[in-house]
């Protein structure tokens, strides 16, 4: 599977960012789908997962309220869309799928200035 995510950015406090992540190769409905982010100098931390059959989310404690992620299967697309960003979100995020081992796509930078 080869993942490819896009829609990073600078964006202030308070506004919003929608990253989409496309998969490629062998993909299946029997795949979880989601992101994770790392800050410099801070473990990688989950922020969000879809499963791809049945649409079931989770979500990291730090981004449930604001954050939102959907999937489009036609597309096999994976969209995570962030609102109500702080400086504290600033973190380069990753795409991953996992299926019995994580897949991981390159990161794209977010960053939210104060």
């Known amino acids: 599977v080869q993942l490819q995510a896009c829609g990073g950015g600078l964006v202030q406090a308070g506004g919003s960012l929608r990253l989409s992540c496309a998969a490629s190769?062998?993909?299946?409905?029997?795949?979880?789908m989601g992101w994770f982010r790392q800050a410099p100098g801070k473990e990688r931390e989950f922020v969000s997962a879809?499963?791809?059959?049945?649409?079931?989310?989770a979500y990291g404690d730090s981004v449930k309220g604001r954050f939102t992620i959907s999937r489009d299967i036609a597309k096999d697309t994976v969209y995570l869309q962030m609102n109500s960003l702080q400086p504290e979100d600033t973190a380069v995020y990753y795409c991953?799928?996992?299926?019995?081992?994580?897949?991981w796509g390159q990161g794209t930078q977010v960053t939210v200035s104060s």
């Open positions: 991953t799928a996992y299926f019995y081992k994580y897949y």
């Open positions: 190769g062998r993909t299946s409905r029997s795949y979880i």
């Open positions: 879809v499963t791809w059959g049945g649409g079931s989310t």
